[in-house]
């Protein structure tokens, strides 16, 4: 039997399989404009295709592969579902528009009272190395792509993998990232199977927009904040004073 036949509720990837699931260029329906392993000249890759993707409306963004496949299945899952089609794109847009993204952080923060007085507790301070591209992905291979929209924000939309172990759906991060794009510049930079990692704009942020963007990141995944950076100043520290605006965001 094809492996492309198998429903997703049936598909087991062992070694076998495994081989035979197609490089991204087959699996994804979007132009690859760059491919290679050195995590620099990726990032350059990204910001000279930003510049060019401004003028010509569309949105690079890298996918992280790694040596166990998981990416690679993540995508194979989406391409069975269908999830790649226009039909299920605009829904998940649609459903971005009508989401109470204010209400959404007001709410969180309401809920989480008692985990944030817990981590406001500690001012010990020290800078990570989770700001710079692909920290935290492992050894990876890149693929940059060309995802047909100007608007950043609606990037998880077009990348139905991106949420696959987290609670946070995808028409929620769609309309996160649209609040933060706003505020902070925001825009997706990698994708992993169970992270990502973000771009922000360093230019316009203020003592006071780090930390309303640290309350928010904490409002979206809470336990990334009290686990990775384990409490709030040295989530604004580090956002502050990386070596790249860009910072982790995986998914619990």
Same mark, same amino acid.
């Given at each position: 039997?094809?492996?492309f036949?198998? !429903?997703r509720?049936?598909?087991?990837c062992?070694?076998?399989i +495994? =081989? $035979?699931?197609?490089?991204?260029?087959?699996?994804?329906?979007?132009?690859?404009?760059?491919?290679?392993?050195?995590a620099? !000249? %990726? @990032?350059?890759?990204?910001?000279? &295709?930003?510049?060019? =993707? !401004?003028?010509? =409306?569309?949105?690079p963004v890298?996918? #992280?592969?790694?040596s166990? *496949?998981?990416?690679?299945?993540?995508?194979? *899952?989406a391409?069975?579902?269908? %999830?790649?089609?226009?039909?299920?794109?605009?829904?998940?847009?649609?459903?971005?528009?009508k989401?109470?993204?204010?209400?959404?952080?007001? @709410?969180s923060? #309401?809920?989480? #009272?008692l $985990?944030?007085?817990?981590?406001?507790?500690?001012?010990?301070?020290?800078? &990570?190395?989770?700001? +710079?591209?692909?920290?935290?992905?492992?050894?990876?291979?890149?693929?940059l792509?060309k995802?047909?929209?100007?608007?950043?924000? /609606?990037?998880?939309? @077009?990348?139905?993998f991106c949420?696959? *172990?987290?609670?946070?759906?995808?028409?929620?991060?769609?309309?996160?990232?649209?609040?933060w $794009?706003? +505020?902070? =510049?925001?825009?997706?930079?990698?994708?992993?199977?169970?992270m990502v990692?973000?771009?922000?704009d $360093?230019?316009r942020?203020?003592? /006071?927009? &780090?930390?309303?963007? %640290?309350r /928010?990141?904490?409002?979206?995944?809470?336990?990334?904040?009290?686990?990775? &950076?384990?409490?709030?100043?040295?989530?604004? @520290?580090?956002?502050?004073?990386? !070596?790249?605006?860009?910072?982790?965001?995986?998914?619990s």
């Amino acid at each position: 039997m094809d492996i492309f036949d198998l !429903e997703r509720d049936d598909f087991i990837c062992t070694d076998e399989i +495994r =081989g $035979k699931i197609p490089p991204f260029s087959q699996l994804l329906p979007y132009t690859v404009l760059w491919e290679g392993s050195d995590a620099q !000249e %990726a @990032y350059q890759q990204y910001l000279a &295709y930003q510049e060019a =993707g !401004e003028q010509e =409306g569309f949105t690079p963004v890298f996918l #992280a592969d790694d040596s166990e *496949y998981f990416l690679r299945e993540s995508v194979f *899952y989406a391409r069975e579902e269908q %999830a790649f089609s226009p039909s299920e794109i605009v829904k998940t847009l649609e459903k971005a528009e009508k989401f109470p993204i204010d209400h959404f952080f007001s @709410y969180s923060f #309401a809920r989480l #009272a008692l $985990k944030w007085r817990e981590i406001r507790k500690e001012h010990k301070c020290r800078l &990570y190395r989770s700001n +710079r591209l692909t920290s935290g992905f492992g050894s990876c291979s890149f693929v940059l792509l060309k995802v047909p929209t100007s608007r950043s924000w /609606e990037l998880p939309a @077009y990348l139905p993998f991106c949420q696959n *172990y987290g609670e946070t759906e995808l028409d929620q991060l769609v309309s996160i990232l649209k609040a933060w $794009k706003q +505020r902070y =510049g925001v825009q997706l930079l990698c994708v992993h199977f169970d992270m990502v990692q973000m771009i922000f704009d $360093k230019e316009r942020m203020t003592d /006071e927009l &780090y930390h309303n963007f %640290a309350r /928010e990141l904490f409002c979206v995944q809470p336990h990334m904040v009290s686990d990775y &950076y384990l409490n709030f100043d040295n989530l604004v @520290y580090n956002l502050k004073h990386g !070596e790249q605006p860009v910072f982790l965001f995986y998914w619990s």
